[in-house]
Structures are given as structure tokens and as C-alpha cells.
């Protein structure tokens, strides 16, 4: 049902007339009757009886149109806190993004939320180490697994699936693996945080058994983008989050590997020091990098 066509209905019992409720709505009175009959047969009822000489509100009207001005009025409400919060959608934003997903997808989002919100300032912080609020003077974080400190609140974005990846190239040179144990004779490309080198990498088939292999390498970075640039240039394997190198595999610049073993999984969340501290900018923020993430993840299905 249309909300144009009830507020014709509105209107039409309110002047007891389709002419008169025309007339007040400036339009053809062919229309708001076309209007009439619609949610009538919608409905599979008649709100109105009449007559060569009236019109007046049936039965079933008299029960309909009430609650059909309440909804009306609830969806006039929802429209004005939806101008109220855009209204106030101005201020500086001072964001911390990890390399790889901000320098790749953040970046053209932000230029697109700033486009729809101009009265915004962003400051952005990108890098891989991990965030102090206070020390690095930022306001919310988009990072890769739930938040560990019970003080901080946020918002979960998305699921995110790890994928094992490699080159055309690489491939091509050193043949595909079939199963996670033929990773021991590939070359590694390993994320390394602080004095934590990640060789040993996870995989669940499809019974939920999971299995830890360690691998060797000759490159490790504390950059995740990095990490991505050398598979991207033939240079070894690697597990990253599907969201980091969805362009990659879209375009046929990397290739998606054992698909029958789910590496490991994460969470992308958008993290802020309290929820004392959650504004309207980060609230529209959130929606903006799901509708995103969705878009990604309904690509990467098909």
C-alpha cells in the first residue's frame, strides 16, 4: 500500500467526499479515486458507502482508518528523526583503520560518506599496531575482532571469512595445493605483529574438523597490505580476510584456494573507548561500512 494513496483515504473521510479530498490534495479527482480503489482491494473490503448524493465511512472504515492515521503518523516521525539525525551529522572524525582494508576499501567509502555528510572532518590513523584512545587522540577504531576490554563498546560490522590466496603465477610455477598439509612445500607470506610471526595457519573442512599447519617463508611484514602486495606479485601463499583482497579476487589478480577448508575466521567490528562516547556520526558511520561489507560479501558469491 502506498502512503500516497492513504492519505487520499485520509483526506476522502475527513471531507466525505473523493472531490473535495482531491481538490485539498491538488490533484485529478480520477486519481484519488483510482487511490480509493486500490486499498480497497487491497484491504478486500469497502471503507466507504455511497450514494448518488454522499459518501460516508463503512464499517470496516471506521475500524481501518484510525489505526491507518496512527501509521501514518509513525511513518512521519521516522522520516523527521531520519532528516534530524543527518542534520546533525557535523564535527571531526578521528578514525584508526588497519593498513590493508583502510588504504583499499575504507578510503573510497569515506570519500563517498563525506560526499553525503560535507559538514564532516575526518582525521584518519592508519596501521596495524595496536590503538591506545588517548595516547594516539582518536575517537573509534575499525578493526578485525571483537573488542577484548570489557570497558569499550561498539559495533559489530560483519562476519568475515579468512581465504588462502596465491597468484596466477605462483601457481602456474609451483603448482595448486589440494589439501593444507601440500602448504609445507609452499613459500609463506606471514603477518607479523610485534614479536609474534603467524606461520601457523588454521583450516576447518566441511565435517568441522580443524587442522594447524606450519609453514615456511622467506617475507613476513607487520604491514598487512604488504603481506597482500606480494601475493598479488607471485611471490608465495597467503591467508587474509576476504574483505582485504575481495578487488583481488574479483579481478583474477588472486586466485581462492582449497576451497573445501575454511581458514580462520574474524569479525569486523567499529570500536569506540566507552558508549558514553557513540555519537550520531559514528552510528551513520556504522551503517555506511555494513551496506558496504554487505555489497562485498553478495559480489563474492557470485
Given at each position: 500500500?502506498?502512503t500516497e494513496?492513504?492519505q487520499?483515504?485520509?483526506?476522502v473521510?475527513?471531507f466525505g467526499?473523493?472531490?473535495?479530498?482531491a481538490?485539498?490534495?491538488d490533484?485529478h479527482?480520477a486519481?484519488?479515486?483510482?487511490?480509493?480503489?486500490?486499498?480497497?482491494?487491497?484491504?478486500?473490503a469497502?471503507?466507504?458507502i455511497?450514494?448518488?448524493?454522499q459518501?460516508?465511512v463503512?464499517?470496516?472504515?471506521?475500524?481501518?482508518?484510525p489505526?491507518?492515521?496512527?501509521?501514518?503518523?509513525?511513518l512521519?516521525?521516522?522520516?523527521?528523526?531520519i532528516?534530524?539525525?543527518n542534520?546533525?551529522i557535523?564535527?571531526?572524525?578521528?578514525?584508526a583503520?588497519?593498513?590493508?582494508l583502510?588504504?583499499?576499501?575504507?578510503?573510497?567509502?569515506?570519500d563517498?560518506?563525506?560526499?553525503?555528510?560535507?559538514?564532516?572532518?575526518?582525521?584518519?590513523?592508519?596501521?596495524?599496531?595496536?590503538?591506545d584512545f588517548?595516547?594516539?587522540?582518536?575517537d573509534?577504531?575499525?578493526?578485525?575482532?571483537?573488542?577484548k576490554?570489557?570497558?569499550?563498546?561498539g559495533?559489530?560490522?560483519?562476519d568475515?571469512?579468512?581465504?588462502?590466496?596465491?597468484a596466477?603465477?605462483y601457481?602456474?610455477?609451483f603448482?595448486?595445493?589440494?589439501?593444507?598439509?601440500d602448504l609445507t612445500?609452499?613459500n609463506g607470506?606471514?603477518?607479523?605483529?610485534?614479536?609474534v610471526?603467524?606461520?601457523?595457519?588454521?583450516f576447518?573442512?566441511?565435517t568441522g574438523?580443524?587442522?594447524?599447519v606450519?609453514?615456511?617463508?622467506?617475507?613476513?611484514s607487520?604491514?598487512g597490505?604488504l603481506?597482500?602486495?606480494?601475493?598479488?606479485n607471485?611471490?608465495?601463499?597467503a591467508?587474509?580476510?576476504?574483505?582485504d583482497?575481495?578487488?583481488?579476487?574479483?579481478?583474477g589478480?588472486l586466485?581462492?584456494?582449497?576451497?573445501?577448508?575454511?581458514?580462520?575466521?574474524?569479525e569486523?567490528w567499529l570500536?569506540c573507548?566507552?558508549?558514553?562516547a557513540?555519537t550520531?556520526?559514528m552510528r551513520?558511520l556504522?551503517?555506511?561500512?555494513?551496506q558496504?561489507?554487505?555489497?562485498?560479501?553478495?559480489?563474492l558469491?557470485?
Amino acid at each position: 500500500m502506498q502512503t500516497e494513496d492513504l492519505q487520499v483515504i485520509l483526506k476522502v473521510a475527513r471531507f466525505g467526499s473523493i472531490t473535495a479530498a482531491a481538490a485539498s490534495l491538488d490533484m485529478h479527482i480520477a486519481t484519488a479515486s483510482a487511490a480509493v480503489k486500490r486499498v480497497e482491494k487491497i484491504l478486500g473490503a469497502e471503507l466507504f458507502i455511497r450514494s448518488t448524493r454522499q459518501l460516508r465511512v463503512s464499517a470496516a472504515g471506521e475500524r481501518f482508518l484510525p489505526q491507518c492515521e496512527q501509521a501514518l503518523q509513525l511513518l512521519e516521525q521516522a522520516r523527521s528523526n531520519i532528516v534530524r539525525d543527518n542534520e546533525t551529522i557535523t564535527g571531526e572524525v578521528r578514525l584508526a583503520v588497519s593498513s590493508d582494508l583502510g588504504r583499499n576499501k575504507l578510503l573510497p567509502w569515506l570519500d563517498e560518506f563525506i560526499g553525503q555528510h560535507p559538514e564532516v572532518k575526518l582525521r584518519i590513523h592508519i596501521g596495524d599496531s595496536n590503538i591506545d584512545f588517548y595516547r594516539d587522540e582518536v575517537d573509534m577504531a575499525l578493526r578485525y575482532g571483537a573488542p577484548k576490554d570489557s570497558g569499550m563498546s561498539g559495533f559489530k560490522i560483519c562476519d568475515v571469512p579468512g581465504v588462502l590466496c596465491a597468484a596466477e603465477s605462483y601457481l602456474q610455477q609451483f603448482g595448486e595445493p589440494q589439501c593444507p598439509e601440500d602448504l609445507t612445500g609452499h613459500n609463506g607470506l606471514f603477518y607479523q605483529l610485534g614479536d609474534v610471526l603467524h606461520d601457523v595457519w588454521s583450516f576447518t573442512d566441511n565435517t568441522g574438523h580443524t587442522q594447524r599447519v606450519r609453514l615456511t617463508g622467506n617475507r613476513a611484514s607487520n604491514d598487512g597490505d604488504l603481506v597482500r602486495r606480494w601475493c598479488v606479485n607471485g611471490k608465495g601463499v597467503a591467508v587474509k580476510s576476504c574483505l582485504d583482497v575481495s578487488d583481488d579476487l574479483l579481478t583474477g589478480r588472486l586466485k581462492a584456494l582449497l576451497p573445501d577448508y575454511q581458514p580462520r575466521r574474524s569479525e569486523l567490528w567499529l570500536v569506540c573507548p566507552s558508549r558514553n562516547a557513540i555519537t550520531p556520526v559514528m552510528r551513520v558511520l556504522r551503517d555506511h561500512i555494513r551496506q558496504k561489507c554487505h555489497q562485498i560479501t553478495l559480489a563474492l558469491k557470485q
